[in-house]
């Protein structure tokens, strides 16, 4: 090989090609062309891409919706365990591709039209004037962690994706052959037979052993096995939990109580009508006009001019000022000329509102409680410090809280997702306690951690409890129910199937409902859309009745603990006129439901078309958690995950 290598770089087209790569170099650089490409981003889609921060909100707001449908917070550490963060990102990166797709096409919104679309928001009104400011804008966005770049690439993703929905779907309409078979399917009766099998029909089993029970245990354990529990020690450092015992300082009440006087009082507010004007004359002509009772708009449009109405605001809120020491100046219903910093003008006062000037009396409960929550706020900071100096100095988390002379509290056993030994909620729990509380060890002492809100607190573990599953004799009694029911159950199913391999011979239901000394019950005519409203029949029953043919038997559970042996006798089509009215009923329905779907193949088809790159370590870091260790993931595989509550 080396020969024909020596060979191929004395030929000229060795020569050749040295060449392009020297063309090259000079060209684009040797550095670049050598130089991997690193990206930091989480989510990649052509030229679109998800930085670790974007993922982290996206992750947060879906976390936050779930946590309110399970009713109580949860972990980064059980969210991952449980796929959300897999969720989250494979729907982002699903949602990046399409909309790069629909750029890729062509599709983009005009910026005229996102601007537009943006200033109807009312999150942006100033509430004074009630229209669009941008200040109020960029305020509100910087509260949620965002800029205007971000979220008017935001609102031109949504406006372009529903452009591209409407053209999609546009005249969209389902076949009536479609819900022809839909309303065929629906209105399809079915007479049927069935007798019972009750527990009173069959010998009562024997108790189980303690063996049995054990081999039971071991066949259940999954269902059986407790999560790992803790118990805790916690000392709380809340404003809340001091401050009504903290003296209030007359001297610091009145001094509070001059400093917003004027804030807490009610100013004199009016609805005004201001009309500018060019000149005297053209002033004098509009308070005519508003003297003899016109229409303030009739009048300033007359002028060539528009009102401008201020409905029951206080002076400060006109902008011109010196327009507004008139204004507050001019009796009700009366009409003045005002030269103003901003120009000319005629203003009327449409009606008045007298202010209120607040008294101590009227508000000391209010400033009180302040007073109380800042000194409380303060006592807090001194407790925190004081309890921190003696842990500092070698003393436990109980004898550091009883020098800084603050109670401790005992929570446990408890799971890491805040349930006691019975399952319930424990209280006065948080996530951020929780998840200190499962980063120590037993016998672990956090810091001093800021709980949000000016509460703080520190925890120790004082024991743990590793996931298992509890002794045969503590839960014996429930265990031999559970048991028993199950060997009754078994017999039951047992009995029923022989007499319905007795029927499937050619007995009939009557014969041998009588020799296992019960009733047929006959139900004709029943329906899919009916069947859910009979209570006798349970859902085991229906679902083997609907997937039957004609003369065939069957067994199934019925709503009461027992068996049914049921045989179908007959299947009957609809009638043409309903089976006719309900498939053009059904049509607007089935055409939402092409509607998704073709919602979603485009979306699959853009993940087809659009190169996407998803980093899931670095979404994991993004939400706190560690990378994936590909070799701690395969040993780990058997391990059982935190779940959600249900």
């Known amino acids: 090989m080396l020969a024909a290598i020596r060979a191929f770089a004395k030929s000229p087209y060795a020569a050749v090609l040295i060449g392009l790569l020297i063309i090259s170099f000079a060209v684009f650089g040797a550095r670049d062309m050598f130089r991997a490409k690193v990206s930091t981003d989480v989510v990649t889609a052509g030229n679109r891409s998800i930085s670790p921060a974007d993922f982290k909100r996206e992750f947060d707001g879906y976390k936050s919706q779930v946590e309110q449908q ?71 966005l910087a509260d949620n962690g965002m800029t205007s ?155 060539g001019v528009e009102a ?55 508000v000391r409960p209010a400033i009180e409680a302040e007073l109380r929550k800042d000194a409380a706020t303060d006592k807090v900071y001194a407790l925190t410090q004081a309890y921190d100096d003696a842990h500092q100095g070698g003393a436990s988390l109980a004898a550091a809280a009883q020098k800084a002379g603050v109670p401790t509290v005992t929570l446990g056993p408890l799971t890491q997702n805040g349930r006691d030994l019975t399952g319930q909620p424990v209280q006065g729990l948080t996530q951020k306690l929780v998840e ?37 004799d503590e839960v014996k009694p429930k265990l031999v129910q559970v048991w028993m029911q199950r060997e009754l159950a078994k017999a039951m199913e047992t009995r029923a199937q022989g007499f319905a391999d007795r029927v499937k011979k050619g007995e009939s239901l009557d014969a041998v409902a009588k020799a296992a000394g019960a009733t047929v019950t006959q139900v004709p005519g029943i329906d899919r859309r009916t069947a859910g409203q009979n209570p006798m029949l349970s859902q085991d029953m229906l679902s083997k009745l609907f997937t039957s043919r004609p003369g065939d038997t069957f067994t199934a559970q019925n709503n009461h603990f027992g068996f049914v042996v049921g045989k179908l006798e007959a299947i009957h089509a609809g009638d043409p006129a309903t089976i006719a009215r309900m498939a053009e009923d059904l049509r607007p329905q089935m055409s939402q439901a ?14 087809n078309t659009i190169k996407v790159t998803v980093d899931a370590n670095r979404a994991r870091q993004a939400i706190g958690l560690e990378p994936i260790d590909p070799k701690a993931a395969s040993g780990s595989k058997g391990a059982a995950k935190p779940a959600l509550a249900k």
């Open 308 to 362: 401008i109405t201020y409905d029951n605001k206080p002076q400060t809120a006109i902008p011109d000022p010196k327009v507004g020491a008139a204004a507050f100046q001019t009796p009700a219903g009366q009409a003045a000329m005002v030269k103003g910093d901003l120009g000319m003008a005629v203003v009327k006062v449409v009606s008045v509102t007298k202010g209120h000037a607040v008294t101590l009396e009227e």
């Open 70 to 140: 399970v009713g109580q917070p949860i972990t980064p550490e059980i969210a991952a365990a449980n796929g959300l963060d897999r969720r989250v990102l494979e729907g982002v990166a699903t949602r990046e591709a399409f909309a790069a797709l629909l750029t890729k096409i062509g599709l983009r919104p005009s910026d005229k039209l996102i601007a537009g679309e943006i200033q109807k928001i009312p999150a942006f009104f100033d509430q004074v004037t009630g229209r669009f400011d941008k200040q109020s804008y960029l305020r509100r």
């Open 594 to 607: 092409f509607f998704r779907e073709i919602g979603e193949s485009a979306h699959t088809a853009a993940r």
């Open 436 to 472: 200190t509380a499962w980063s120590l060890p037993a016998g672990g002492e956090s810091e001093v951690e800021d709980a949000g809100g000016g509460e703080y607190f520190a925890v120790r573990v004082e024991k743990v409890i590793p996931p298992a599953m509890p002794p045969l």
């Open 149 to 303: 770049t971000t979220f008017d690439a935001r609102v031109r993703d949504q406006i372009t994706e529903q452009q591209a929905a409407t053209g999609l779907v546009a005249g969209l309409r389902a076949p009536r052959a479609y819900t022809a078979l839909a309303a065929v399917y629906g209105l399809e009766s079915r007479d049927f037979g069935y007798f019972g099998i009750e527990p009173s029909s069959v010998p009562p089993p024997a108790p189980p052993t303690d063996a049995q029970l054990t081999q039971f245990m071991k066949e259940n354990a999954s269902q059986l096995t407790r999560p790992e529990f803790r118990v805790l020690t916690v000392v709380r450092f809340s404003p809340a939990l001091i401050a009504g015992s903290l003296p209030i300082d007359e001297a610091e009440l009145k001094k509070r109580f001059d400093f917003r006087k004027d804030t807490l009082s009610s100013p004199e507010t009016r609805t005004i009508i201001q009309i500018p004007v060019k000149n005297p004359a053209a002033a004098q002509q509009i308070i005519q006009g508003l003297a003899k009772g016109q229409d303030a708009a009739a009048v300033a449009k007359a002028a």
